[in-house]
């Protein structure tokens, strides 16, 4: 069974300061996806790294693929209140249809 | 156009009674896939349907779960004899079809067990 662990399991910070999320696995995955989940929405995509060591970036986020194709990071720059929600970790397998969900990390960015 | 719509938003049933919970895809996507959402827990995959086959059922918990597609658009999945475990938030996701293809959730449906 393939196993996204993801830290800190919550965040709280005040606006202005940087962050950075954590997922992890034993596993490796063709792929890895960053979702936001608001309260009372569905996830909403981020990003889909798929290449051992590939960086991108998305304004203030930059999305980071370990080169072993086994670990993410996600890291904010100045955060603000709007960044707050749950981030989840997602990875995909070879069909990629079949995703596997870390359980989140839950961000509070407080003004 | 129109995002994945599920109903009803929230369900509050029994212990015992049977529920079934709606999925509506975005237009022209041919996937779908339910994930189930406890307090916690990152969301555990169920079930995946391509047009109105099913040919990956190994995330359904128990054969009181179940699942149909019809038309190659609505979805409906089924739970008999709901248990207190069962208590989630049920997502519905569609992706126009193709290995990779970004899945597009829906909002969800809050089932409370009593």
């Known amino acids: 069974t393939q196993l996204l662990e993801q830290s800190p399991q919550f965040l709280s910070i005040q606006e202005g300061e940087n962050l950075t999320v954590y997922c992890n696995s034993s596993?490796?995955?063709?792929?890895l996806q960053w979702y936001r989940q608001e309260p009372g929405e569905g996830p909403v995509l981020l990003v889909t790294?798929?290449?051992?060591?590939e960086v991108k970036k998305l304004k203030r986020l930059t999305f980071q693929f370990g080169d072993a194709r086994k670990d993410s990071s996600l890291h904010i720059t100045a955060a603000q209140p709007g960044d707050t929600g749950l981030y989840l970790c997602?990875?995909?397998?070879?069909?990629?249809?079949?995703?596997?969900f870390g359980k989140g990390t839950l961000l509070t960015v407080n003004p | 156009g129109a995002g994945v719509s599920q109903s009803p938003s929230n369900k509050v049933t029994e212990k015992g009674k049977d529920v079934e919970l709606r999925c509506d895809p975005i237009?022209?996507?041919?996937?779908l896939y339910w994930y189930r959402q406890s307090l916690g827990q990152g969301l555990e995959f169920l079930i995946y349907?391509?047009?109105?086959?099913?040919?990956?059922k190994s995330g359904l918990p128990s054969d009181r779960f179940s699942a149909e597609r019809t038309g190659g658009s609505v979805s409906t999945l089924t739970i008999q004899r709901t248990q207190q475990e069962d208590s989630a938030v049920y997502l519905c996701?569609?992706?126009?079809?193709?290995?990779?293809?970004?899945?597009?959730f829906g909002p969800g449906t809050r089932l409370t067990v009593t």
């Open positions: 790294v798929v290449t051992g060591g």
């Open positions: 997602a990875g995909g397998g070879g069909s990629n249809y079949k995703l596997t």
């Open positions: 996701a569609s992706s126009l079809g193709l290995a990779g293809d970004e899945q597009y």
């Open positions: 596993s490796v995955f063709s792929s």
């Open positions: 349907f391509q047009g109105n086959s099913a040919p990956d």
């Open positions: 237009s022209g996507h041919t996937a």
